[in-house]
């Protein structure tokens, strides 16, 4: 074999692990993403459950599709109650003016 097209051969080879060592690794963020989604879905319980079983076949059937129309259209998650503590829950129902814990009607 002429040495150029050795050398243009062994070329062609790195190059095509370098795409393909850089194909895995984005697939593999991509699958560790869609995972993390669809294990997120299925743990809210601020959704009914027809929502999930039609948001998880979209995630499922259009993959990274799915995720992307997941992250823009799915409704936001519900925001967590605030633990507080006694005081600040006294100096609320304080200042509503009804009976706080502990109080009598």
């Not at 027809?50 to 993959?63: A, S």
């Amino acid at each position: 074999m002429h040495p150029v097209v050795a050398q243009f051969s062994m070329n062609m080879q790195s190059d095509d692990a370098g795409l393909a060592l850089f194909l895995l690794v984005v697939a593999v963020v991509t699958f560790i993403l869609w995972l993390r989604e669809l294990v997120s879905l299925l743990k809210r319980q601020d959704m009914k459950d027809v929502d999930k079983i039609v948001w998880t076949i979209v995630l499922c059937t259009l993959n990274l599709l799915g995720l992307v129309i997941y992250w823009f259209l799915a409704p936001p998650k519900a925001k967590r109650s605030i633990a507080r503590s006694e005081k600040e829950l006294k100096d609320y129902f304080n200042s509503r003016g009804g009976p706080g814990p502990n109080q009598p009607n």
